[in-house]
């Protein structure tokens, strides 16, 4: 199966975020990862749908969003607006997930389900088939280059079988502290979609550690 590879702005320049927008478009990602945090599911505040959507006027990649915000039911529609391609939600942030969920493919856009490194991958095992992709937090959720968590590699494979098991065709993402030096070994796991942000936005070549990770599949 196709690896994609999804950077992550949220270790970007943001003051020259058009040009870094630019150059993903001229490279091999094929998404472009956003994070939306609120300050209270996570404590970390980043941009919310403007921002987006000016994103989304340059970018020439898929908008892979994540709300890392609670009651994400609220925002659907507003990033639908925005420009969204993916739009995932927190397990652990949803009154009603399977509503949440049937709103967000109700509109067109690809839904995801994500969980933090301590919610168990079994509490997924009614929604896994409602999915287009499970994201697996390698970290906990609310900053960027954190030190990735040693045990996501038994999640990843959990989560693999379980989808298999529910015959489900939910892809697996997977997010935080990601590098060249664990992402092999997430891929051979069962992760189809990688996200990355400061292994590839903090080295002296974006564009080259983007097709470094690419040969990984």
């Keep these: 199966m196709k690896l994609f590879l999804a950077p992550s702005i949220l270790n970007s320049d943001f003051i020259n975020l058009q040009h870094e927008i630019e150059m993903l478009n001229g490279s091999e990602a094929d ?16 941009f919310g749908q403007p921002v987006v959507e000016a994103i989304h006027k340059v970018a020439l990649k898929p908008l892979d969003v994540h709300l890392m915000v609670v009651n994400p039911s609220r925002f659907i529609e507003d990033f639908y607006n925005a420009g969204a391609f993916n739009l995932t939600v927190h ?6 997930l399977h509503r949440t969920i049937e709103h967000i493919k109700m509109l067109g856009m690809k839904a995801g389900i994500a969980i933090n490194p301590h919610t168990p991958v079994s509490l997924l095992e009614d929604m896994i088939g409602e999915a287009d992709l499970i994201l697996n937090m390698t970290v906990n959720p609310g900053f960027g280059g954190q030190q990735f968590i040693e045990h996501s590699y038994v999640k990843v494979k959990k989560l693999k079988e379980l989808i298999i098991s529910k015959n489900s065709k939910a892809l697996i993402e997977v997010d935080g502290g990601i590098d060249l030096s664990n992402a092999g070994k997430l891929i051979d796991a069962g992760a189809d979609i ?6 590839i936005f903090k080295t002296a070549d974006p564009h080259n550690t983007i097709l470094e990770f690419k040969k990984l599949n």
């Design 31 to 46: 998404w472009i990862h956003l994070d939306i945090m609120d300050g209270v599911f996570v404590p970390n505040i980043t």
């Design 91 to 96: 397990f652990e942030a949803c009154n009603n």
């Design 194 to 199: 990688i996200v990355a942000g400061t292994s």
